[in-house]
């Protein structure tokens, strides 16, 4: 399984940065406000939307919700490697996401996932509609990727003052955990 990815080598230069700072508070923005807010023609904005995507720095576009909202529950879940060798078949089930609508069927949406250095080696954010259900998802990974898994640490996340660098719509909510 190989991916067509193309692999920047040089670093965003000043306008990309300029318009993938002003995609980011809003990617909901139309053309012309971007453009407003960059100083740029509308062909040169799209030119490097054009080539951000190409190179996949920009590789997805989404909407920020609130999850309680939707009655779902947010958490975190911190995942220790035990010493095993991953053989590559196990490795490319992880890589590829592979039990991705396994977990979708039980209810959890895996919003994302991080490889991380530290105490920890990954990092999976998730939303569920309770504690039993997320119990059981980290239960499911552990099923799925025998003598892989040596410790995880499950964690509710009661506020997020800022999400995908756009600030909570309704700050007061914090007051309530202070």
């Known amino acids: 399984m190989k991916t067509n990815a193309k692999i920047r080598k040089e670093p965003l230069n000043q306008d990309e940065r300029k318009v993938l700072q ?6 909901k923005d139309s053309i012309h406000s971007i453009v407003k807010l960059c100083g740029f023609s ?3 904005v799209q030119r490097i939307l054009t080539r951000l995507e190409e190179d996949q720095v920009i590789w997805g576009y989404t909407a ?9 529950l947010k958490y ?7 010493m095993e060798k991953i053989d590559k078949e196990t490795a490319e089930k992880i890589a590829f996401l592979q039990h991705d609508e396994e977990y979708g069927k039980q209810g959890i949406t895996i919003e994302s996932s991080y490889l991380i250095h530290g105490e920890y080696d990954w990092m999976i954010f998730f939303t569920t509609q309770n504690l039993r259900d997320a119990k059981k998802f980290s239960t ?7 003598n892989i898994i040596a410790k995880v640490n499950l964690m509710q ?3 997020s003052p800022k999400t995908h660098h756009i600030r909570c719509p309704a700050p007061e909510l ?3 955990f202070l």
Do not use: H, W
Request: charged share 30%; glycine share 2%; net charge positive.
């Open 64 to 72: 920020i919700t609130d999850e309680k909202k939707q009655g779902l």
């Open 76 to 82: 975190v879940l911190l995942i220790k490697r035990s």
């Open 140 to 146: 499911m990974l552990i099923e799925n990727y025998p």
């Open 22 to 27: 002003a995609l980011q508070k809003n990617s």
């Open 42 to 44: 509308r062909q040169k």
């Open 157 to 159: 996340i009661l506020y």
């Open 174 to 176: 914090l007051l309530d």
